[in-house]
Each structure stands twice: as structure tokens, then as C-alpha cells.
């Protein structure tokens, strides 16, 4: 159980993470190295491109308010709260922060494409699912929550 969510945790924090680093630290000047470009995607790159002011001016188009507020909290959502479920800190904390962010991306941005259609609200909706699990199931014992929790367990016992 412990491994699996683990697993669960590295592939979905890995996800976010990714996706909010060029919300906060891309533009045009910061290319992206070619082993990167190959191994996280072209759209990788382009969101790199695109950086923060790209970000805000698709949230400003959403009818987002504040768009340059929020461009920020959620680009630090996404890449802190993926780095933390990555780690299992505050893994129910990040998996709540997260999928809030999902169920508000689906609405805003996928609903209106349908479930499977492109642009749809499949992937978004996979990982709101995963942040649920997560929520819920807590992050296991291979975390730091995990390893903060035996901690406090011995030194109960002392």
C-alpha cells in the first residue's frame, strides 16, 4: 500500500511540479535544454515560452480576477504543492490546495470540450481523482509524513 502511494505521490507531484515551474520562471529568454525538451514535451517548451505573462494573460482571457495574483498562487500551488506531494509533507494540505485547483480548472477552462474530446476534462479529471486518494488515504509510510508519525510513536513510548 505504502509503494503504491508513493508512486502515486512521485508521478502526480512530478506532474504539477512541471506544470507550474514556467508559470513562475519561464519567458522567452530561459530556454529549455534539449534533453528536457525531449523528455517533458514540446509542451513543456512552449509553456517556458509562454512564462508568467503568458500565464496571466490565459487567466486574464478566462475572466480570472487578478490575474496577475493569481497567476503566481497558482503556478506556487502547482509547483510547491507538487514538490510537497512529491515528498509526502503536508501531503493532505497539497492534495486539497490541488484538487480545488483541478475542480476549478474543469469548470473554467475543460467542461465545456466534454470528457474525452480535445481540450476535454479527462486528464485534469484524473488528477483531481489522484488529489482525492491522497486526501483521503494520507501519503503512506515511505514520507515524510510517515516518517514524522514514527517519530512521534517512539518517543510516546519513551
Known amino acids: 500500500m505504502s509503494l503504491g502511494l508513493l508512486l502515486l505521490r512521485l508521478i502526480v507531484g512530478g506532474t504539477f511540479a512541471v506544470h507550474g515551474y ?14 528536457a525538451a525531449r523528455f517533458l514535451g514540446q509542451g513543456f517548451v ?66 465545456r470540450n466534454g470528457l474525452s474530446a480535445p481540450g476535454g476534462f479527462e486528464f485534469p479529471l484524473s488528477l483531481l481523482g489522484a488529489c482525492l486518494a491522497l486526501f483521503f488515504g494520507g501519503p503512506g509510510r515511505i514520507s515524510v509524513d510517515g516518517l514524522e508519525a514514527a517519530v512521534d510513536c517512539c518517543r510516546r513510548r519513551r
Open 46 to 111: 512552449q509553456a517556458m515560452g509562454r512564462g508568467p505573462a503568458g500565464f496571466v494573460e490565459t487567466l486574464s482571457g478566462l475572466g480570472v480576477p487578478l490575474p496577475k495574483v493569481m497567476a503566481r498562487v497558482v503556478g506556487g500551488v502547482e509547483l510547491f504543492g507538487g514538490l510537497l506531494l512529491a515528498l509526502g509533507w503536508h501531503t493532505r494540505l497539497a492534495a486539497l490546495l490541488l484538487g480545488g485547483e483541478m475542480a476549478v480548472v474543469i469548470w473554467k477552462v475543460h467542461w
Open 22 to 35: 514556467p508559470k513562475l520562471f519561464g519567458g522567452p529568454s530561459k530556454p529549455v535544454p534539449p534533453e
